[in-house]
């Protein structure tokens, strides 16, 4: 298993496994428009923001994008926010989310980052017992707002 920044190529996979998900099916297109490219372009141009696939011998079977924030807060601290994680159907439950979620905080550890954190939608039971089993803490109280 090959953990590495996304291209272009992977694109597909990524729009692909963000539709095949319980929340996302309702809310993603179908396949790769216009939308997608200019997301595609803002996040891998942006030295803050990484797309991580796990390519599997030319397989991409996981992703995840993470945000590096630099800020004030913790004497200078920088962070890292883990978002979109997803895991192609047929892989989930055999351990390459914990894989994939150790890699980039160890990355971000390396980084120097202070703290990596993750909002999980309230809907996703199985995924905060996921983070959980990883050490992540329901620290906080988050919220969002639609535009």
């Not at 496994?17 to 216009?34: I, P, Q, S």
């Not at 895991?87 to 989310?97: C, M, N, P, S, Y």
Request: charged share 35%; net charge negative; hydrophobic share 45%.
């Amino acid at each position: 298993m090959d953990f590495r920044e996304a291209v272009h190529d992977d694109l597909p996979a990524i729009v692909a496994l963000l539709g095949d998900d319980v929340l996302g099916k309702d809310r993603e297109a179908a396949a790769v428009d216009e939308v997608y490219e200019r997301a595609f372009a803002a996040v891998t141009e942006d030295p803050r923001n990484e797309l991580v696939v796990a390519d599997d011998g030319g397989e991409i079977v996981a992703a995840l994008q993470v945000t590096y924030i630099p800020g004030l807060g913790r004497h200078g601290a920088e962070r890292a926010l883990v978002e979109s994680v997803r895991v192609r159907a047929d892989r989930r439950g055999q351990g390459l989310g914990a894989e994939l979620m150790t890699w980039v905080v160890t990355r971000a550890g390396e980084r120097g980052c202070a703290l990596v954190q993750l909002t999980t939608d309230k809907r996703r039971a199985d995924a905060r017992r996921f983070y959980e089993r990883l050490g992540f803490v329901a620290s906080h109280e988050g919220m969002k707002r639609d535009l």
